[in-house]
């Protein structure tokens, strides 16, 4: 099931009533976040475009929207949640969002939150969401969807302990949850294990407990699980993917894990990561050649932490950008900051804008194709950012008298310094006598920057007929 709706967005604290600053936001509706700090510690959040029903229609207002929220606050001593369901609104999603102290229990305070709404899955790159009703007499689900068929079921094995099993999605990719608890003056909700496979499906061991007590306490929840696709399980308006593999990092030493992340979407490349942890408790984690730019101007990302296996708390603290090969594109550097002495195994989910698509360019002039000649085309220079795409449109048009004694090749560019690339088009057949090649290919340029010089070269091999090249065109 390709995604529904999903929004994202970073909200900045202020004190004062009002509009509230918006650090980074998008919706899959491409129609941004609004924030509205009604009074302290309390937010109305409104997520544009996706109060809709499949046919793009308003959903009546006050409709409940299906769906699972996450709010994370990104400060030490607070502690945000939604307030309530998610509900429709001229068009739109409107979340209620509060915050309070965690040293003062139910008084509330102001703060920098993360908050994210979906209510969708991606095929791509895999997505299961559920709302978890948890009480002291079971747990039950109360809204799921996943990307691969088969249904969410939560079981409550003892006070503020549930085991939540979830189609796996089974990408090859590694798995990450994010899980938090939906009431506000009530429990933290947390991934209480590294996650297992049972019964072939993938099982979430989730833990919920007062944060200043400690003390177990039943909680409903919601829970995203994730494999090569960010929780917020879009494709078009995000960059889809990495999740680290849950990693435990020693004083002063950097680990590269042998398993990669890759994103989905088109533009970016595979990329290791590399983890230094610090002796005051904070990560330094880079994430290679995942953050991009556009007309020079970085693109916004932000990243969610999630202590695994422990009650730890974690959050990224902060982000900076490293030179990368591959133009446009840059390492993603976060600081993670885990609030123990000891080293903490967590997931990493990082959000970021796509750059925009790179256009179909096109080269109209004729060129001519002498009889047994090998002609190279006028090149193309896309003004895009990134790596190509896995699906790489080449669209040909000849005019010639026998198309069989043409072989055709694309010659991608390479990354600075390295060499071009020869992909294979079509090969020469004597047999096929038709007049004319007019195709389009695809082709899995995706080690191949957009920005570069794109050709095709043309072969003709047996004697007897000419023609040109009447257009040819790249979508990178």
């Known amino acids: 099931m390709p995604v529904n709706r999903s929004g994202f967005a970073v909200v900045d604290r202020q004190n004062d009533q009002g509009l509230q600053q918006v650090q980074y936001q998008a919706t899959t509706a491409n129609a941004g976040v609004h924030v509205d700090h009604v009074a302290l510690g309390s937010y109305q959040m409104q997520f544009h475009g996706l109060g809709k029903d499949a046919l793009g229609n308003n959903l009546p207002l006050g409709t409940v929207v299906e769906g699972v929220v996450h709010v994370r606050a990104r400060e030490d001593l607070a502690y945000c949640a939604p307030s309530g369901f998610a509900f429709a609104q001229s068009g739109d999603v409107r979340v209620t969002v509060d915050c309070v102290d965690i040293v003062a229990p139910h008084a509330k305070r102001d703060a920098i939150f993360t908050v994210n709404y979906t209510n969708g899955s991606t095929d791509e790159g895999g997505l299961s969401v559920a709302r978890v009703n948890g009480s002291a007499t079971g747990s039950s689900i ?3 969807r996943s990307s691969v068929a088969g249904t969410i079921t939560s079981t409550r094995t003892a006070t503020g302990k549930y085991t939540v099993d979830m189609p796996l999605l089974n990408t090859g990719k590694a798995p990450a949850f994010a899980v938090t608890a939906t009431k506000l ?25 007062d944060p200043a007590t400690q003390q177990d306490l039943d909680s409903s929840f919601n829970i995203s699980y994730a494999e090569g696709a960010n929780l917020l399980g879009a494709v078009s308006q995000f960059s889809a993917a990495y999740l680290s593999v849950p990693v435990i990092s020693d004083f002063n030493v950097e680990h590269t894990p042998s398993a990669q992340y890759n994103r989905i979407d088109d533009g970016f490349a595979a990329g290791t990561h590399t983890v230094t942890r610090m002796t005051d408790g904070r990560y330094r984690v880079k994430l290679a050649n995942q953050g991009a730019a556009h007309n020079g101007a970085p693109l916004a990302s932000a990243a969610i932490a999630t202590a695994v296996g422990t009650l730890v708390r974690c959050q990224v603290e902060g982000s900076s950008r490293g030179a990368s090969t591959i133009p446009g594109v840059f390492d993603e550097v976060l600081t993670v900051h885990c609030f123990s002495n000891g080293p903490v195994a967590f997931d990493l989910q990082l959000a970021g804008s796509t750059p925009p698509a790179c256009a179909k ?4 002039t004729d060129t001519t194709l002498p009889d047994l000649a090998t002609v190279l085309s006028f090149s193309l220079t896309p003004n895009c950012v990134g790596l190509s795409s896995f699906t790489t449109k080449i669209e040909v048009h000849i005019v010639h008298t026998y198309r069989g004694d043409l072989s055709i090749e694309l010659i991608t560019p390479g990354l600075p310094g390295g060499p071009s690339t020869v992909h294979r088009l079509k090969d020469q057949n004597l047999s096929d006598g038709t007049d004319n090649v007019d195709a389009i290919f695809t082709v899995d340029a995706s080690d191949a920057p957009r920005a570069g010089v794109w050709q095709i070269r043309i072969q003709d091999h047996f004697q007897g007929d000419s023609g040109f090249i009447d257009s040819w065109s790249v979508t990178a």
């Open 361 to 364: 360019l096109t080269h109209n």
């Open 142 to 144: 109360a809204f799921e």
């Open 185 to 209: 003056f009530g429990p933290v909700c947390v991934i209480d294990a590294p996650s297992s496979v049972v019964s072939g499906k993938r099982r979430a061991l989730v833990h919920c407990f």
